[in-house]
């Protein structure tokens, strides 16, 4: 299954998502200058246009049909713009950062915010891991699709999540393996398995988005820290 526009617009729908002609306008824009600037540089494998509306579009949208997504965002790795982008397109007042290492990439992302008028977007050029050491536990949603296995995908995204919210890793068919192996390590950065979200989208592509949310610390959960807070001269 390639999706046309029309089919994007329809879907998005009968899942609950109102869509207007500008919105729409916005998509074909981001779906012209994906392949206008992958001529120079390489921001993604898929270049139709009918799976750029699949493949990035549609799938990107795929968690606000299951979940309100609101307040601050931040997106891992979004190489060019996904996921965060095409959510900003369909929820307005979503407020994103982008952590984006490659140079080139965030020089597409700006072109690209711009020229879609898209406001409250700060694109970061930087590795979340950096990053992370001034901004912890600042964000209502932590984002991050196809950028690393979910061991070390936890460790570079939930550090960036505020108490109370969700990490949100994108994953294809790999992804409940994934979710058992790294569940421990999840735990111990203290968050707890909230949802799996498996969808097949087109006629062959398995897409498994796993949920998670940061709970408050407890002293089980982190022994040494709470013991040298509890030790601390008043
Ligand atoms: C395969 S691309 C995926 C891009 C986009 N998320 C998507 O789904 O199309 C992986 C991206 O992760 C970025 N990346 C790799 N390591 C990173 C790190 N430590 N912190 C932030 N981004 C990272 C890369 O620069 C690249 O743009």
């Not at 369909?90 to 992302?109: A, H, M, N, S």
Request: charged share 25%; hydrophobic share 40%; with cysteine.
């Amino acid at each position: 299954m390639l999706v046309t526009p029309e089919e994007l617009q329809e879907t998005l729908q009968q899942n609950g998502i109102a869509v207007t002609k500008e919105q729409m306008s916005q998509f074909a824009l981001y779906a012209s200058m994906l392949q206008e600037w992958n001529q120079r540089m390489n921001l993604t494998a898929i270049r139709e246009t009918a799976e750029i509306y699949e493949k990035h579009f549609l799938d990107c949208a795929l968690p606000a049909f299951e979940r309100k997504i609101s307040g601050s965002l931040c997106d891992v790795g979004a190489g060019a713009g996904f996921p965060s982008l095409p959510l900003k397109i369909l929820l307005p007042d979503l407020r994103v950062t982008i952590i984006e290492p490659i140079g080139k990439r965030c020089q597409f992302l700006r072109a690209l915010t711009e020229a879609l008028g898209l406001s409250d977007v700060v694109i970061v050029n930087a590795r979340a891991e950096d990053y992370a050491k001034e901004h912890r536990e600042t964000f209502d949603f932590v984002t991050a699709r196809a950028v690393a296995n979910l061991r070390v995908l936890s460790e570079l995204c939930i550090p960036l999540v505020k108490i109370g919210g969700v990490f949100l890793a994108m994953k294809g068919s790999a992804g409940i393996e994934e979710a058992k192996e790294a569940q421990r390590a999840i735990a111990l950065l203290g968050c707890a398995a909230e949802a799996q979200d498996v969808r097949r989208l087109g006629t062959d592509s398995l897409r498994c988005n796993l949920i998670y949310r940061k709970e408050k610390p407890t002293p089980k959960q982190y022994p040494r820290n709470y013991a040298m807070i509890k030790k601390k001269p008043l």
